[in-house]
């Protein structure tokens, strides 16, 4: 019938547009912080080393590694010792990938990093997986008989830095 009145309850469009706009700015809000999580976790914890100067103990403790053997003495601190033939060499567990801890696998005589499988050589050497780079060196010294490691100081393979003397001790 012509003229006839709705009974229904009138929403205003405006009401409708707003509420839907409220909805997707939610939305966004829990997918942004979703992603956030989620690169979070992807993230890996900083190795949180506190100290410039690590003391790895006595020298004698590594004499007795073979060439390609690696110590975990002070792995807690995000750094492995590792014999390079007469080297010892103190290498950088920041995975060069997106920062990741990687950790020495005897099994497969290689780190790896948990993150996104980047492996590297005993020495560093990156082998496959997205890492770019090897894993960087850390100076090393011997003073009054302990193995000191700087972890402030790096060196790069790729930039031939591994050849400069404050990198390893022979031992
Ligand atoms: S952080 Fe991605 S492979 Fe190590």
Request: net charge positive.
């Amino acid at each position: 019938m012509a003229g006839a009145m709705s009974t229904e309850p009138q929403v205003p469009r405006r009401s409708i547009l707003s509420a839907a706009g409220v909805g997707w700015l939610a939305m966004g809000a829990s997918l942004g912080a979703g992603s956030w999580a989620a690169a979070r976790f992807m993230r890996p914890n900083p190795p949180g080393r506190q100290n410039e100067e690590v003391d790895a103990g006595p020298v004698e403790r590594y004499v007795s590694l073979a060439s390609g053997q690696i110590s975990d003495a002070i792995s807690n601190k995000g750094i492995w010792i590792a014999r390079i033939q007469e080297r010892l060499v103190a290498i950088d567990a920041t995975c060069t990938h997106l920062g990741c801890r990687v950790a020495w696998m005897g099994n497969d005589a290689r780190f790896r990093c948990p993150c996104h499988g980047s492996s590297f050589a005993a020495d560093g050497t990156n082998l496959d997986g997205p890492a770019p780079r090897p894993l960087q060196h850390l100076a090393i010294r011997v003073q009054d008989g302990r193995v000191i490691v700087n972890s402030n100081r790096r060196f790069r393979k790729e930039r031939d830095e591994w050849e400069h003397p404050d990198s390893f001790i022979l031992a």
